[in-house]
């Protein structure tokens, strides 16, 4: 990995966006990125090591309160790092009122959930810890700790045993590698003209001019972590007041964060309630304006696009769908 950093003293800024992706986890070949390298918080460095250790935790139902469940259980690699359903169950048993997002460049986001109530990515897994697989981090982490080549790890690459706060930094340091780029559309802006087909590109010109997308979610994410209202909630009967919830600004209620569109076409269904069951129902719904409700973002409007400009967006964005290779580690 290190000697892959070396490539960016000696050569310019596409060079970077190569060298970049090479140095992520899961890299069999060249990659290219419009994306920046990763950074990684001061007090949670990341090592090898401890993205490894990340992945087995992330797939080990032992941190759950049931043992049955683990992260993975959501959020599976082949489905976009999401689970195909509309609202999953929790360990628990009880039913999720919102839609599993993706965890692709969850990374790359400086706030976490649909509502932004996690304000570090630590602090968002902690939480998911407790809530989603219902576990007891003061249990479960000596659990862990108990088992000798996952403490053998833990030593190896904390100094110290399994504890709540390590668990939650391995695999935070392993979610900051679910990055999504090395896309064609990555390929074909820089300079494969033949990455992607003709309507790919046509749908760019649409999705970044008059279909106004680009205005909430811009390149190179095509999502950002700010909230709007597109009109899901109103006139249901109990609505999910979304970012209302953590600022208490009636401007917020209805809001939710714009999610990243970059390999968007693995994740259905879509949005908060995964109300829009394929990608072309959770196009049209954005290009006609979205649903009728007062708070609604004023960016919001009826773009009147026909059939052939609807074609033409979705297959810009089945272009920033990334390749990559996953394999389920093997937990000790
Ligand atoms: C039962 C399904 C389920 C399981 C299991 C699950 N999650 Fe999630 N995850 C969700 C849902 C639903 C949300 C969104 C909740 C919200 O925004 O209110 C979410 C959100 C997230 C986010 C925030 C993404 C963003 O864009 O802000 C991350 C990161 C995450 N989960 C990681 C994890 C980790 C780590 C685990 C294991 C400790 C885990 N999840 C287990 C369903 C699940
Ligand atoms: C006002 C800002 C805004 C504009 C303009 C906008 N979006 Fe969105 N988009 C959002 C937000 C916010 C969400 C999530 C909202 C929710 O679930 O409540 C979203 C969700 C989506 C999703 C679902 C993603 C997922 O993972 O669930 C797709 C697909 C999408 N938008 C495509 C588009 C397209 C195509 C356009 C242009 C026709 C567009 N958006 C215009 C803000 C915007």
């Given amino acids: 990995m290190i000697s892959n950093r070396y490539l960016v003293a000696l050569c310019l800024i596409p060079c970077v966006w190569v060298a970049n992706g090479l140095a992520r ?3 069999e070949a060249v990659r290219l990125s419009a994306l920046p390298p990763m950074v990684h918080p001061e007090d949670n460095p990341a090592t090898p090591d401890k993205i490894a250790l990340g992945a087995q935790l992330f797939v080990d139902p032992r941190l759950s309160g049931t043992g049955q469940t683990s992260c993975q259980g959501c959020h599976y690699h082949e489905l976009g790092w999401t689970d195909a359903k509309a609202l999953s169950p929790k360990d628990n048993g009880t039913l999720n009122t919102r839609h599993t997002p993706s965890l692709y460049n969850v990374g790359y986001q400086t706030i976490w959930y649909w509502d932004g109530r996690a304000p570090t990515l630590e602090a968002q897994i902690l939480a998911a810890w407790k809530a989603q697989i ?7 982490a000596p659990k862990i700790q108990a088992i000798p080549e996952y403490a053998a790890q833990f030593e190896q690459v904390f100094g110290g045993p399994a504890t709540p706060d390590t668990v939650v930094k391995a695999l935070a340091a392993y979610l900051r590698t679910k990055v999504s ?9 820089m300079g494969d003209a033949s990455a992607v087909s003709a309507d790919a590109v046509e749908g760019f010109e649409l999705f970044t001019g008059k279909a106004g997308c680009a205005a909430c979610h811009s390149p190179p994410y095509y999502g950002n972590s700010t909230f709007f209202n597109i009109g899901l909630e109103h006139g249901k009967e109990n609505p999910d007041p979304g970012r209302f919830n953590v600022t208490k600004n009636e401007a917020d209620r209805g809001a939710f964060k714009t999610p990243s569109l970059r390999s968007v076409a693995r ?3 879509y949005f908060h309630d995964g109300s829009a069951a394929t990608l072309e129902a959770a196009v049209r719904y954005m290009a006609s304006g979205g649903g009728a ?11 009147g696009l026909t059939d052939a400009e609807i074609g033409k967006i979705i297959a810009f964005l089945e272009s920033l769908t990334s390749e990559e290779s996953w394999e389920k ?3 000790p």
């Fill in 25 to 27: 986890e899961g890299a």
């Fill in 134 to 140: 219902n576990g007891d981090p003061e249990v479960a």
């Fill in 181 to 189: 780029d090395n896309s064609p559309w990555d390929r074909y802006e």
């Fill in 267 to 269: 994740g259905a269904p």
């Fill in 293 to 303: 409700d007062p708070q609604k973002s004023d960016l919001l409007v009826h773009r």
């Fill in 329 to 331: 580690p093997s937990i």
